[in-house]
């Protein structure tokens, strides 16, 4: 499958007035008509790579008016990815935190979110086993369970952007495992991504506002087998399971999706995929967004200390001292 990578980007000059006319009472009396007049300029992420730059006039439910300096763009609102201002910062609902970004987003279908925020989740793969995990920052910042990295201070991740030929996986080796919450069973990964590789991020959603039935979708890479979906809805809102509060949902969960995201039909990440009973078909939970987002706020306070013991890091066990003797048979 081949996508397009090209930018589009607009200048957004005021087009220039039109000239005085030289006799001045020759021309007819008309009443001015009032300008609209816009300071904020915006970015239209349309996805795969292609984007539009220029001043929005106006936004409604079905489209966004983008004055692109020589004249105006109808854009749908439901082709646009996220829309943010030129100079980086907060617009048309799109709220950037520390680590991670809120968004107000359309309704999509399960295909149509998949292919949009399926370049965000990557696959995390420790010593002791594997796991997903998505990005929220794109400075390297991840998101997974606890229960993947543990016992560990750095793994490897895969990330799968996408190329003129399709995905292309690459692995980023020893990233650092920042901090721990095993109480919630999540952890933050800090990955160091090389300065070719633009990282895709994804939106945090509000998980006190999913209700029972609602349809939700997985991405992750269960036994390893990477960019899986799979869908389901929400059976229970709050669980109790292992001692925490989780979702409830019918979307089949395998070892592999722990620690990869759980998105609502407007692909915001709404919960983070945990755990599931073997042999039971459609049992399976998810920790609600709402600890993510405490989680990745107070950061600080979760900060993975690796010098100290008590932080249950994995160290190898030192070499045996040799036993007296040893290496001497034949005397």
Not at 168 to 190: G, H, Q, S
Not at 276 to 286: D, M, S, T
Not at 298 to 316: F, I, M, P, Q, T
Request: with cysteine; charged share 20%.
């Amino acid at each position: 499958m081949l996508l397009a990578t090209l930018t589009i980007l607009f200048s957004c000059q005021d087009p220039a007035a039109p000239p005085a006319p030289q006799n001045p009472a020759a021309a007819p009396a008309v009443a001015a008509a009032p300008a609209v007049v816009s300071t904020e300029v915006e970015v239209l992420d349309l996805g795969n790579g292609c984007k539009l730059q220029g001043r929005v006039l106006r936004t409604t439910e079905q489209a966004i008016f983008l004055d692109v300096g020589y004249d105006v763009l109808k854009v749908p609102t439901a082709a646009v990815v996220r829309r943010e201002r030129a100079d980086g910062g907060k617009s048309g609902g799109v709220v950037r935190e520390k680590l991670w970004t809120r968004a107000e987003l359309p309704e999509r279908s399960v295909a149509e979110g998949a292919k949009l925020m399926g370049e965000a989740v990557v696959k995390i793969e420790a010593a002791g086993g594997q796991g997903s995990g998505f990005v929220t920052h794109a400075d390297g910042w991840i998101v997974t369970n606890f229960h993947v990295v543990e016992r560990e201070v750095e793994v490897d991740v895969v990330v799968y952007p996408v190329g003129k030929n399709g995905f292309e996986p690459r692995t980023i080796r020893k990233c650092k495992v920042a901090a721990i919450n095993p109480a919630m069973d999540l952890a933050l990964v800090k990955m160091e991504p090389p300065k070719d590789l633009a990282l895709k991020t994804v939106f945090l959603g509000d998980s006190d506002g999913m209700q029972v039935g609602d349809m939700v979708y997985a991405i992750g890479a269960p036994i390893g087998l990477d960019r899986t979906v799979s869908s389901g809805i929400i059976s229970v809102t709050n669980r109790t399971f292992e001692g925490r509060c989780h979702f409830q949902i019918t979307t089949p969960i395998n070892p592999g999706n722990s620690g990869g995201p759980l998105f609502n039909l407007r692909g915001e990440v709404v919960g983070v995929n945990s755990a599931g009973y073997r042999g039971f078909q459609g049992l399976n939970f998810a920790i609600p967004a709402k600890y993510v987002i405490d989680f990745l706020q107070n950061r600080d306070a979760y900060a993975l200390d690796g010098s100290r013991s008590e932080k249950n890091v994995h160290y190898l066990p030192a070499p045996q001292k040799p036993k007296e003797g040893a290496g001497q048979a034949g005397k």
